[in-house]
């Protein structure tokens, strides 16, 4: 049995691989046992899989797309099934938020409110299930009538990772039942419990066995796998810019599509008229959101020159009254980071910074104690003034809770910098005047931009989410979303004479 560093316990969850709806052991036998983050225990032991679990997985798929039973279904029936999921989703959402609890380490609260999103999002997809039609063609010339029809991609690869597991798992499978496509997952091993319950929940709600399989296992392996196997017809990728880079590498021979949904270094820019104090919040909330554990965190806080005491004024005593601790308890605000090497990785940016010359307001590369628990991994939130730019702190993604204070005279020298990264992910901009909310909106090359928000304002999922540059390829929800799953098609009809 393959283990993180930690303690082992008896008392753990336990799962099999789910193939053609069956529960089914690694073809080797082998497992991984998960660690808490808080307390180092094991919490939940999983299939260690291996090329032959991982092509079993997409023969089914195959063969259950190839059949039509399920690609060709009626839009209703899958609309159904879609909404249920969600029913069932909210019904469960105390057991699904607990696991995402212990597993990623992120408060209660929060866990409970990425369920929500997630069956708002089954909600959204079951909708456009009912409007997937196409387009006729009729005045071009007299005798010729053309068809656009929309058809199912066919088998699509998941690889999804564990900082918001089930919101961005579902990001990718509602689409995909939406338009009859079959699927294999690869959830991370550090958060695999929710897709499991997911299966379950998916069965329960009508989905027909091989539309949904998940195998757990190596990146390298199980994911390399999907993505270079002639079967799958389309990949789906949530993680960092450089396995993105891999991907797109490994797809090229089989020409398969791809979306993917990668790394970001997010500005968040603030000027002089902003209601500073709903500022404040706004950047809390963008870096500091599960550990600063987010792709669209809010790194880099851009302010402007006449404004910069007066909010770090305020800004440092909030940041001081954010709470370490058990996340199972309401009042703590972050939780330890996911694993003991992402809590190396960020040490070492804030040595990093360290040595480059930015100054170092509050936090810090020591372990933070929290008392009864000992072996979390706690990182404190942490602030780095007298920032420029061209640092590291400030150009690479440390996925952390760790921000960057940058400074700018006007709106020209805010976009040079909110723009001068190979990130194009999201963005924020606080201010009363429309003219530049709108202006700097357009200017920002990124595929989200928030004004006098951050990380949400109501619309979710009707928006599309995605990057520029080296963000990701593609769009997640909206409808453009479910375009993603969506072949096009067009048939011209010669009329008889």
């Given amino acids: 049995m393959l283990t993180e560093q930690g303690n082992t316990t008896t008392n753990m969850r336990s799962y099999q691989n789910f193939i053609n709806g069956k529960w089914v052991s690694a073809n080797s036998g082998e497992t991984y046992e998960r660690k808490s983050p808080l307390t180092g225990k094991g919490i939940v032991q999983i299939p260690w899989s291996n090329k032959i679990d991982t092509e079993q997985a997409i023969q089914v798929a195959r063969q259950t797309f190839d059949s039509n039973s399920w690609s060709k279904s009626p839009a209703r029936i899958r609309h159904d099934i879609l909404?249920?999921?969600?029913?069932?989703?909210?019904a469960k959402a105390p057991e699904i938020a607990q696991t995402l609890c212990e597993e990623v380490g992120r408060p209660i609260g929060i866990c409970f409110g990425e369920v929500q999103i997630a069956a708002d999002v089954y909600d959204y997809f079951a909708a456009l299930a009912l409007n997937i039609h196409g387009e006729s063609t009729t005045q071009y010339v007299n005798n010729a009538i053309g068809l656009t029809m929309y058809e199912p991609v066919g088998v699509i690869g998941i690889i999804t990772p564990w900082n918001f597991p089930l919101l961005l798992v579902s990001?990718?499978?509602?689409?995909?039942?939406?338009?009859?496509?079959?699927?294999?997952?690869?959830?991370?091993e550090f958060t695999p419990s929710n897709t499991f319950i997911l299966a379950e929940i998916l069965a329960?709600?009508?989905l027909p066995e091989g539309v949904v399989n998940i195998v757990t296992g190596d990146g390298p392996i199980v994911g390399e796998c999907l993505v270079e196997s002639p079967l799958v017809d389309k990949i789906a990728f949530t993680g960092s810019t450089a396995v993105g880079k891999q991907i797109m590498a490994k797809a090229a021979p089989t020409l398969k599509r791809i979306s993917l949904e990668l790394g970001g270094k997010s500005p968040n820019i603030v000027f002089?008229?902003?209601?500073?104090?709903?500022?404040?919040?706004?950047?809390?909330?963008g870096i500091y959101l599960n550990s600063g554990q987010v792709c669209q965190?809010?790194?880099?806080?851009?302010?402007?020159?006449?404004?910069?005491?007066?909010?770090?004024?305020?800004?440092?005593?909030?940041?001081?009254t954010l709470k370490l601790g058990n996340?199972?308890?309401?009042?703590?605000?972050?939780?330890?980071?996911?694993?003991?090497?992402?809590?190396?990785r960020i040490q070492s940016y804030i040595k990093t910074g360290q040595s480059e010359g930015a100054k170092l307001l509050i936090g810090g590369s020591e372990r933070y104690q929290v008392e009864g628990f000992e072996?979390?991994?706690?990182?404190?939130?942490?602030?780095f003034d007298s920032v420029s730019n061209e640092m590291v702190i400030a150009q690479e993604e440390i996925f952390g809770p760790v921000l960057s204070v940058i400074t700018f005279k006007d709106e020209d020298e805010a976009l040079q910098i909110a723009n001068n990264t190979m990130y194009g992910l999201t963005a924020a901009v606080w201010t009363k005047n429309i003219d530049i909310a709108l202006s700097v909106a357009k200017g920002i090359r990124a595929g989200t931009v928030w004004v006098n928000t951050y990380h949400a304002s109501g619309l979710e999922p009707c928006m599309p989410y995605g990057g520029y540059k080296q963000s990701g390829i593609g769009r997640e929800v909206g409808h453009q979303g479910l375009e993603e799953y969506l072949e096009t098609k067009s048939v011209h009809i010669k009329l008889a004479e």
């Fill in 83 to 90: 909404r249920k999921t969600a029913d069932l989703l909210r």
């Fill in 171 to 188: 990001w990718k499978i509602a689409p995909a039942i939406a338009a009859g496509c079959t699927m294999v997952i690869k959830p991370s």
């Fill in 204 to 206: 329960e709600a009508g």
């Fill in 272 to 285: 002089p008229d902003a209601d500073l104090a709903q500022a404040v919040s706004g950047a809390l909330f």
């Fill in 297 to 320: 965190a809010g790194s880099r806080l851009l302010l402007h020159e006449s404004i910069k005491d007066e909010f770090m004024h305020q800004l440092i005593p909030a940041t001081k």
């Fill in 327 to 344: 996340p199972n308890d309401e009042t703590t605000t972050m939780g330890p980071v996911i694993n003991e090497r992402q809590f190396q």
């Fill in 375 to 383: 072996q979390g991994l706690f990182i404190q939130p942490t602030i």
